[in-house]
Each structure stands twice: as C-alpha cells, then as structure tokens.
C-alpha cells in the first residue's frame, strides 16, 4: 500500500498563495489517481482536484477552476496543488488521497494522507 503526506500548508492573506504537496511512500505514486480534498471546520469534506496517473487529465471543483492547478512529478514520487487567489472560504485542512482510478467520487479513494491546515486570513 502507499503512504501518503502532505506538507506547504500554512497561514496565507487573501489574494496570496500557496503550494502543497503529497509526497507518496511504499508504492509508486504513478500507480494512482490522486485527489486533493478539504474539510472546513463544521463542514463535510469535498472535493477540490484530481489527475490522473499519468498526469494528462485533470479535473476541478467549480470553486477553484481558474485559481487552483494540480500538477505532478511521478519520478519525485509528488503531486502538487498550486492554490492561487486564495479567500477566508479555501480555510480548511487539505487532504490528498490514491485511487486506483481517476474520479471525483471520494468513496473511490482508498489511502489518504494526515492533512495540512490552510488559513486564509482577512
């Protein structure tokens, strides 16, 4: 099984940005669709972004189209969340997890890694 973490979150003003990271361990995070999640405080977890293994296709939430790219590097074992414009309403524990397919659905998303906190502050 592969182990994932996440790592770059922090506390970042409106309109700044951040870039995490989901670097994988046991298994080659190429086998994988990844997925990057978010959770807000008092709020269900949703989908943020998702790229297939190979990097060729790519999807997003409709509330970070245009702001947020997903990018990877299977020979450094990392997929990437580019997260730019960033408002108070991107506040959340960002989550990135492996499927073995490519898909929105969260159900399909087996590993996960611990989270990294992103605050957006005004």
């Known amino acids: 099984q592969v182990q994932l973490v996440e790592s770059g979150g922090g506390l970042v003003p409106v309109g700044g940005s951040l870039r995490l990271s989901c670097a994988a361990s046991?298994?080659?995070?190429?086998?994988?669709?990844i997925g990057w999640f978010r959770q807000s405080s008092g709020k269900e977890r949703e989908y943020v972004a998702s790229?297939?293994?190979?990097?060729?296709?790519?999807y997003y939430a409709d509330s970070v189209k245009g702001r947020f790219t997903i990018s990877r590097d299977n020979a450094k074992n990392t997929v990437y969340l580019e997260m730019n414009s960033l408002t108070p309403e991107d506040t959340a524990v960002y989550y990135c997890?492996?499927?073995?397919?490519?898909?929105?659905?969260?159900?399909?998303?087996?590993?996960w890694g611990q989270g990294t906190q992103v605050t957006v502050s005004s």
């Open positions: 997890a492996a499927s073995s397919a490519h898909t929105r659905s969260m159900s399909e998303y087996v590993y």
């Open positions: 790229i297939s293994r190979g990097g060729y296709t790519t």
């Open positions: 046991g298994r080659p995070i190429s086998s994988y669709g």
